[in-house]
């Protein structure tokens, strides 16, 4: 049997993948149910209801936890047992928190004694509650650790091996590249910097001596927000203030219960589920107000929102029936809609291809790590069978470079979109077994996805399977 790299094949992008779905005429969009989300200035990714992690945009410090380096511009699926996820303030690395409490960290991100460089998740602690911000989280002891660029903060600071302990009356820390925003017992603000350059001196001045290292003179906040010059806090009534470098802390409004921020726009939550937001930039449609119009004051995007998050030039929130929207820029497929390059001026839902597809099939692998036998299994659902439809079961499989092949009994051939192979040339419950005893190392991060469509011909049933999102990834080689 010929294995998939048996010949040698030029390189192609991952988009092939959504050119057959443009010539199948696809439309519609998986509905995914997301319980929780994060966004950094080049990727983000989500937590569905079924405890899958997604990631998805930037990939060149391995920050989507794929195995491979290689970006993606719509959801990437990565683990599973996952409640919570972050997207590191500089966009480098993600983290996320485990059902059982371990915390996980991928990309390129510095712990307390280490760099890590990591392209697949790796546990870096236990014990765990919450995790509060991309730089922090709490344990179940109520005592809050935190890693990254800031870790010289706290020269003296309690720590494990690999993640560092916040001081007792510090509650909550956000960063960007310079600054670093405090939340202290009883809700006071302080203010650091943490200078990467003789550059970023002209920052320290605005925001230090603007009012002092206790940042506003004030309390009762419980959440706070950083931009490049700008900051924002919630405070425990439910007002929010914002304030600009020097400038003294200024009443947004009440009724508030999240607040984040990008690069020059902010989104605000309020209690009864209303999103708003506001910027002095909306070159790339950050505002999700259908214009290029920037607005100093907040504009309401709608209702039924349960959570929102905003990062660089673009913004995603989640609606509380858990679809996840996006908009604004998308140069590294962070929105997760489709293709790169394209912002998006009013929110449009993220595309989670064969997520939550029940009953498709499963795929086996056994035998020695690097002398694998793996066979799959196509399960077609019994009212298309009872119903005697036409259609084809497909197997695809993606290199890590980009490269598709599809399954024909009983070799991997290279996708074509004109005349693409099925297993079979009737819809049929289909098993094969597609390696064995075969050295696989090679074509480690290689994914598989198994589905199947209806339709008279290969072509019209491919595009219903698109169409459909009838199909799901079922297996990576390690």
Known sequence: ????????????????????????????????????????????????????????????????????????????????????????????YMVALKTDGTLWMWGSVQLRSQTLNE???????????????????????????????????????????MLDRLPPAYLQMVNNRNNV?????????????VPLGEWDLNNWVIWKYGYGSAGPVDRGFVQVALGNYSAAGLKDDGTLWQWRSSDAPVLVGGGYRQVTKGFFHTLALKADGTAWAWGTSNYRGELGNATLTESASPQPLGGGYAQVAASAQHSLALTTDGTLLAWGNNNAGQLGVGPVGQSQLSPLPVVFEGAGAPGLGTMVATGALTRLTISAHVQIKPEHLASGAKGHPYLIAITPDGTMYTYS??????????????????????????????????????????????????????????NSYRYKRVYDIQ
């Open 1 to 92: 049997m010929r294995s998939i790299a048996s010949r040698h094949l030029a390189p192609v992008a991952f988009k092939i993948w959504l050119m057959f779905a443009l010539v199948a005429g696809m439309g519609s969009v998986h509905a995914a149910t997301v319980v929780h989300m994060a966004t950094g200035p080049d990727n983000s990714a989500a937590v569905l209801s079924d405890g899958t992690l997604w990631t998805w945009g930037d990939n060149q410090s391995g920050q989507l936890g794929n195995g491979s380096m290689v970006s993606a511009d719509k959801p990437v699926q990565i683990g599973s047992g996952f409640a919570q996820v972050a997207v590191g303030a500089i966009g480098k």
């Open 119 to 161: 392209t697949r998740p790796v546990q870096v602690g236990s014990g765990f509650a919450q995790l509060m911000t991309s730089d922090t989280a709490s344990k179940t002891d109520g005592s809050v650790w935190y890693w990254g660029h800031v870790k010289s903060l706290f020269k003296a600071s309690a720590g494990g091996d």
């Open 181 to 193: 925003l405090f939340v202290l017992g009883g809700g006071a603000i302080q203010f650091d910097f």
């Open 409 to 466: 009994v009983p070799n991997f051939d290279r996708l074509n979109p004109v005349n693409p192979l099925a297993w079979a040339d009737r819809l049929q419950n289909t098993s094969s077994v597609l390696f064995v005893n075969q050295d696989l190392t090679h074509l480690s991060g290689t994914a598989f996805f198994i589905g199947y469509g209806l339709g008279a011909t290969t072509a019209e049933s491919l595009g219903e399977m698109l």
